[in-house]
């Protein structure tokens, strides 16, 4: 991990812009604790607010702390597909806990079809159970989807969705989806890892997405940009692959600008816009109970 400050640079007045990242896992076991100094980066990079996404009963309360702590951290819970096969029996009443002593969103949520050796069994009842919380109580609702998306957009098109609408996460469907999933009520979320070479199909989809439906997302420690569009570098303290930090957003917000031939300000106000208008939920006021309260 680099020093707090090696690769700060403190933004002039005249350039000061929001920036909203619509999907990180500030939580994850591989930022080691430093997310103190994770997010003081991120402060100073003018990062506005983050959502930050549980996976998995074990990383809630994680997530929760974090809330608590950060004013720009709006916390989503969720069963990701990966994790799935861990639920406890008594996970959906955990999840509703938290749902209704926090303000917060519905995710990491999927479907997975790319993942060797995951099966598919139980994802969809999963799923679906989510789904019905994030429509229930009209929370937004981030979704993962890979290799299956003709089946994710039959799911949405037949069953209860939240009215304000839901994030497709790091978005790599096909161009000719984008409509019927906006039609839904979608929210496409760009990551900098679609700025490597040979993701031009994954750029060019997301040219056709409604200029109001984008969002932009760093998935942070995942889905690193190109090394040399990286201000902020990080490594794992046990010398294992490089991870993504969470204040290289406004880099990814330069690749989009850069795709969409628009200045990075109108950008930024668009983005701002539209990520208060999804997760615009109010931050880290307990709806009903202090978070201390929700049993783990
Ligand atoms: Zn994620």
């Known amino acids: 991990m680099q020093s707090p400050t090696s690769s700060l640079r403190v933004r002039p007045p005249d350039q000061a812009m929001r920036f909203y990242d619509a999907h990180n896992h500030l939580q994850d076991p591989r930022f080691a604790g430093t997310q103190s100094r994770l997010m003081a980066a991120c402060q100073i990079e003018g990062i506005a607010g983050m959502v930050v996404n549980g996976s998995c ?122 409509p019927p999933l906006a039609a839904l009520g979608a929210y496409f979320g760009f990551p900098g890892y679609f700025a490597h070479p040979g993701k031009e199909r994954r750029r060019d989809a997301f040219r056709s997405v409604p200029l109001d439906r984008w969002l932009i997302e760093t998935d942070a420690p995942d889905q690193r940009l190109p090394d040399h569009l990286q201000r902020h570098p990080c490594a794992t303290s046990d010398g294992s692959a490089p991870i993504n930090h969470p204040a290289n957003l406004p880099a990814v917000y330069t690749v989009a600008a850069n795709l969409l031939g628009l200045p990075l300000a109108q950008l930024a106000a668009i983005i701002e816009e539209n990520f208060l208008r999804l997760f615009g939920l109010p931050t880290n006021q307990p709806t009903t109970a202090s978070p201390a309260t929700v049993k783990e």
Not at 109 to 136: M, S
Request: aromatic share 12%.
């Open 57 to 178: 009963e074990a990383d809630w309360p994680e997530v929760a702390r974090l809330a608590a702590r950060y004013t720009e951290v709006r916390p989503s819970f969720g069963y990701h597909p990966w994790y799935v096969h861990e639920r406890t029996a008594h996970w959906q009443d955990t999840l509703r806990r938290y749902l209704d002593t926090l303000p917060a969103a519905v995710g990491e949520v999927g479907l997975d079809r790319w993942k060797p050796g995951l099966a598919y069994e139980g994802q969809e009842a999963v799923f679906l159970d989510q789904l019905l919380l994030a429509a229930e109580r009209n929370r937004p609702l981030s979704i993962h989807c890979l290799r299956t998306w003709g089946r994710l957009l039959e799911l949405l098109e037949t069953h209860p969705r939240p009215a304000r609408g839901f994030l497709l996460h790091s978005y790599g469907g096909p161009a000719e989806l984008v």
